[in-house]
């Protein structure tokens, strides 16, 4: 027990920095480059950390406090949600509830500390942000309330049991495609968001940080790598091919290997597809609204849509 909760919070440290770094390595390639360390992230942290943090005079304590916030329930997050494909540290009943709103807890932090400026610049991030929230979130319990329904759990790890091959395709599949929405929505990456622009008229997420600097950069670095990971780690969860009787360590080791094929997966779409237009975004985010409703409605077709 002792031994998993170890290698759970480990994971939780090391992993979202290497995700981060594959991704970055893999534009680089795919844009003739030979790109930065896999553990540039780890650098760019210890750099932000050494400086000091420059506050406007018109911030309050809520600006100040929101990246810790964000940090804290990032880190909070990964506890209950089971990333390496086995049960979480964490689990109880509907775990999955508190999951999704510790995340709203993270998202209406930035989104306060971005208001808190003063600029109708970050203003107009927080509120795109608090815009896709509400329409995505709906998805992720439609997606968990398909899984809870096909596995008669009332988990997360009751997604961790949906195979392609069990029965249910059509709730696998529905689930697959929302949840690979739901990170590149939740997370800012291509096509809905580019992590490095600078146009006014297209950021999102990128604009609501713009007045950090020192160690509230790199808190929010960090928090935003480790959602990352958790979100790509729950679709490798479902991808996972190994079944509840393989052991332990290696469902683990199979899924750390199926984040990072991911994380390349994130960084050629981010290479290859141009960001969408703003007004589009919402009907990208309907697909991940459409992938779980028939997720959720094949748990009623004979016996999860496997015919």
């Known amino acids: 027990m002792i031994a998993r909760v170890l290698v759970h919070a480990i994971a939780l440290l090391i992993l979202p920095i290497v995700v981060v770094g594959v991704i970055h390595r893999t534009k680089s390639l795919w844009a003739g480059r030979k790109g930065p360390p896999i553990l540039q992230l780890a650098y760019d942290v210890e ?83 608090a815009t896709f929230a509400a329409l995505l979130e709906p998805a992720f319990f439609l997606v968990a309330g398909a899984a809870c329904l096909r596995s008669h759990e009332r988990s997360f790890t009751a997604i961790l049991s949906l195979r392609a091959g069990g029965g249910a395709p059509l709730v696998w599949l529905g689930s697959v495609v929302a949840l690979f929405v739901l990170v590149q929505v939740e997370c800012a990456r291509m096509p809905v968001d580019d992590p490095t622009t600078h146009l006014e008229l297209t950021m999102v997420h990128e604009v609501m940080i713009l007045d950090h600097s020192g160690p509230d950069l790199a808190a929010l670095q960090i928090a935003a790598a480790v959602k990352l990971t958790i979100g790509l780690g729950i679709v490798a969860s479902l991808l996972n091919p190994l079944t509840e009787r393989a052991s332990a360590s ?6 750390v290997l199926l984040v990072l094929v991911l994380a390349v997966a994130i960084g050629t779409v981010e290479s290859l597809v141009a960001r969408l237009k703003l007004r589009s975004v919402p009907q990208f985010i309907v697909v991940a609204l459409v992938a779980a409703g028939v997720a959720l409605l094949a748990t009623t077709w004979g016996g999860g849509g496997g015919g």
Do not use: H, Q
């Open 250 to 255: 290696s469902t683990a080791a199979v899924n």
């Open 47 to 129: 750099r932000l950390l050494r400086k000091r943090s420059v506050y406007s005079e018109t911030t309050s304590f809520v600006f100040r406090c929101g990246p810790w916030v964000v940090l804290a329930s990032s880190l909070a997050s990964g506890l209950v949600a089971p990333f390496l494909g086995v049960r979480a540290p964490l689990s109880c009943p509907f775990d999955f509830v508190w999951f999704a709103y510790v995340w709203g807890l993270g998202r209406i932090a930035l989104m306060l500390g971005a208001l808190d400026t003063g600029s109708s610049f970050e203003g107009m991030g927080a509120s795109r942000e």
